[in-house]
């Protein structure tokens, strides 16, 4: 395809007009330089962010300058594009091209058009789920007034299932044909999006003949990809993966086909799968929050700050043994302050290491899992995190783990020993600021493959631990005033979920899913559209 250059009428001044398909850019500039070179005033968008492009006519249009007069019948063709915004967000925007002629627009169209369909890694048809009770119930609405527009204009047709009950979703994943469609949509929470993550996960190990309740299974990808519409309480995912939670952003990276491979985490339990998890496994103080809101629904979303509070307040801790499996393959580490970003190095290559395990694994050359030693800490904890992700959010711009990676194989495990009330408060603080929230003495981070961990109580059922009991809301230890109560068993919080297990193994699978997203891009440009 050769390139074209033409001059063009933009917001009623003449331009030059050049698209250039070997290098998929759309440019156009009003002072031209030396030798006609392109100016200060340079404006570009890349066509892998061109939305649609449409046909203009100029009739009940004003001629914007009395120079259109010398057209006798402007023509004219609109480019819906992507606009950087502050945030991470990405925004619509329209730029009208006026031509001299009908021929000359024609051309413009038609290879605009062509270059548009040879983007293979758009979407086309797609199945959405709508959760319309998650968050402040607004997912119905969000979808009709903030996405289904931008889909209708990308010319992607969509067939909306509304959930009715909880795994709505995952049910139907398990018995509809999927393959006719390009990607799944939720919209909705995160509770939402792990609904669909399980049914899709599920259905493609159905399909693979994988028993996904063997910890040692290697599972299968999907080829589909999830795209997230955020519509839910906190949106976690969507904001660790995109950088915000708004709708019309995430659509805008749905429509343009971006793809991101993610990271999921498989929870056992006695060679039983428990749940799927992608952001957050937390036990103690996260999962007593999550275990006494779920009591408190009556009470809408406020109901997680008041747990919040009564949990710190409780603080309880708990005795266990955790043992896990160093991630030697992956080439960064949970302080090394490199954040997880677009075309993310550190993803890339921790997955060309692991790939080159496997290969060695499979001419028996050697099996890492077997070779590598496994590490083992005891000791009374308040809180014991897992992390696939950096889990930020509005409320944690930089998360529980702010280097966490979304595709490098691993998972950020994070131990926080016994303390005071004062010292646990500093290290919440710490969430919500930029200071290292690791440098601390009682709190340890490790980047891990495989993770285990046993309460004390079910080690040992006649442990001193057992006679502590359950302390009520505010209750302070006699022995120690100063510092914390102890309990036999907290819960585990999995994405939002409760998992009550008191023992339970979990194993990383790199890249197992794809969304669509790129990526939090290191620092969006201020774009300028004309």
Known sequence: MEPLRSQLWVKAQSCVVSLEPARALLRWWRSPGPAGVPGADVCSVPVSEIIAVEEVGARGKLCPSGKWQKMEKPHGFTVHCVKRARGHRWKGAQVTF?????????????????????????????????????????????????????????????????????????????????????????????????????????????????????????????????????????????????????????????????????????VHHNSTLLRYCVSLLGYGFYGDIIKDSEKKRWMGLVRYDFSGLKTFLSHHYYEGMVSFLPAQHTVGSPRDQKPCRAGCSVCRQSRQQLEEERKKSLYGLENTEDVEEWKVVCGKFLAINVTNMSCACPRSPGGLSPAAHLGDGSSDLILIRKCSRFNFLRFLVRHTNQQDQFDFTFVEVYRVRKFQFTSKSLEDEDSDLREGGKKRFGQLCSHHPACCCPVSNSSWNCDGEVLSSPAIEVRTHCQLVRLFARGIEESPKQASHG
């Open 98 to 266: 006026w031509c001299p002629s009908e021929q000359l627009c024609h051309l413009w169209l038609q290879t605009l058009r062509e270059l548009l369909a040879e983007l293979t890694c758009r979407p086309k048809h797609l199945l959405v789920f709508i959760n319309p009770f998650g968050g402040k119930g607004q997912g119905k609405r969000t979808y009709e007034k903030k996405v289904a527009p931008w889909f209708a204009l990308a010319s992607i047709t969509t067939e909306i299932i509304v959930t009715e009950r909880a795994n709505h979703a995952k049910e139907s994943l398990y018995e509809m044909n999927i393959e006719k469609y390009d990607g799944i949509v939720c919209v909705g929470g995160d509770g939402m999006f792990s609904e669909v993550l399980h049914g899709l996960i599920g259905r493609t190990q159905r399909n693979a003949g994988v028993d996904q309740n063997h910890p040692r299974a290697a599972l299968v990808p999907s080829p589909l990809r999830i795209g997230i519409i955020p519509a839910g309480s906190t949106d976690c995912v969507c904001y660790s993966t995109v950088g915000t939670n708004d709708a019309e952003t995430s659509a805008l990276h749905i429509i343009v086909g971006d793809s991101l491979a993610m990271d999921v985490s498989a």
